[in-house]
């Protein structure tokens, strides 16, 4: 079936890396997707990465792919207190499936 | 280029009362979808358009939501009667292709009193 799992909270102090994962379960998927939610807005489109690939990275993020493992991460280094958001992992199989979200709560 | 807007950006109604979203997609785009999250669950798939054709309906919840797509353009969705269940948030997205980058609106926030 189609199933996306993410943690929901992820607690960093500002200036360290922030790593948020996810699994997904339909091996068809052509994009993989991280969209940021802030408080009181809508969905932002974070960064994505297209299933043949492994890695990608821009700027300060980091996404990592592991197909075999069905398995995707996103890396946020040098963490600030802006980035505090929700942030959902979805798999494209022509609509998205989306991950319940991962509270991300930066401290000073 | 304008993204993709919805309207209104919040609303409030009451239990068996009428109420209708509007999203207006990226100039260009074919591939409208509808997306909703209630109670802070996943955000789920309602629907997708190719032009004024509804591709994929699988997610719509029941027989009181009704979208359309008149034209190609703009896309509503109806709920009729409104429940107090269907409060939440509902997204609209658009896209070039079938399957290609989703773009999203700044979402509906819709409360049944």
């Known amino acids: 079936g189609e199933d996306v799992e993410q943690s929901l909270f992820l607690s960093v102090r500002e200036g360290d890396s922030s790593v948020i994962n996810c699994t997904y379960t339909d091996s068809s998927s052509t994009y993989l997707y991280w969209y940021k939610q802030e408080p009181g807005a809508g969905l932002q489109l974070l960064t994505y990465?297209?299933?043949?690939?492994d890695m990608k990275q821009d700027q300060r993020l980091t996404v990592l792919l592991n197909k075999k493992d069905k398995h995707l991460s996103l890396r946020i280094a040098d963490t600030q207190t802006g980035d505090s958001a929700i942030y959902f992992c979805?798999?494209?199989?022509?609509?998205?499936?989306f991950g319940t979200g991962t509270r991300l709560q930066v401290f000073p | 280029e304008a993204g993709v807007t919805q309207f209104p950006s919040h609303s409030v109604i009451e239990k068996g009362q009428t109420v209708t979203l509007r999203c207006d997609p990226i100039s260009g785009h074919d591939n409208l979808y509808w997306y909703r999250r209630v109670m802070g669950k996943e955000i789920k798939f309602l629907l997708h358009f190719v032009k004024e054709s509804k591709q994929d309906e699988s997610g719509m919840p029941n027989n009181r939501f009704l979208a359309e797509r008149t034209g190609g353009t703009y896309s509503t969705l109806k709920v009729q009667p409104a429940e107090l269940e269907d409060s939440g948030v509902y997204f609209c997205a658009s896209s070039q292709s079938p399957g290609g980058l989703q773009y999203f609106g700044p979402g509906t926030r819709l409360t049944v009193t």
């Open positions: 979805a798999e494209s199989i022509g609509k998205l499936i």
């Open positions: 990465i297209f299933s043949n690939m």
